[in-house]
């Protein structure tokens, strides 16, 4: 059996990440999507609510695990006896980086290969923090996140504009 690692911060999951999962799982006998943590970002969502919400959106992929992690991905992966880690790119500016760390976990697991898969072009311009950006302007939403997400989204913006907690 064939597992794959599809990590991200995933803080929301958008169309794009769906996209990917979608079709990682078709090349894939088991498809583990793990939400991990960078410390370069602050989430709007918390670990398990990001694990939830991408839940509810790949619930009618069998192959699909959702999990999350603090480990390092290299090892996060030979845990779980993955060989491959999947990696979404929109554009060519996206690659420079996703190959260095490509190389670098290859480095910490030599048994471990990286696939690029890029995204269809009406999601080449999608990302996390473009979505955040568009949700404070309450502008339609239907494009950029799958359908069950956006309640979850768009309350938690109700709730920042309200001075609320982030998580």
Do not use: W
């Amino acid at each position: 059996m064939t597992i794959a690692v599809y990590p991200g911060s995933f803080d929301p999951i958008t169309s794009g990440h769906l996209n990917i999962i979608q079709r990682a799982a078709k090349i894939f006998d088991h498809l583990i999507v793990c939400v991990m943590v960078n410390s370069s970002k602050a989430p709007m969502f918390s670990q398990q609510e990001r694990v939830d919400m991408i839940r509810s959106v790949v619930g009618d992929l069998p192959n699909v695990e959702v999990d999350s992690s603090d480990a390092l991905l290299a090892e996060y992966a030979k845990s779980k006896g993955s060989c491959v880690i999947i990696k979404g790119l929109r554009a060519g500016s996206d690659f420079e980086n996703e190959f260095q760390m490509a190389l670098i976990n290859h480095k910490i697991n030599p048994a471990l290969d990286t696939m690029f898969l890029t995204a269809e072009h009406q999601f080449m311009y999608l990302s996390s923090s473009t979505v955040k950006e568009l949700g404070c302007y309450d502008v339609d939403l239907s494009d950029f996140l799958p359908e069950p997400i956006i309640p979850v989204f768009k309350q938690r913006i109700a709730d920042i504009r309200q001075g609320g907690d982030r998580k």
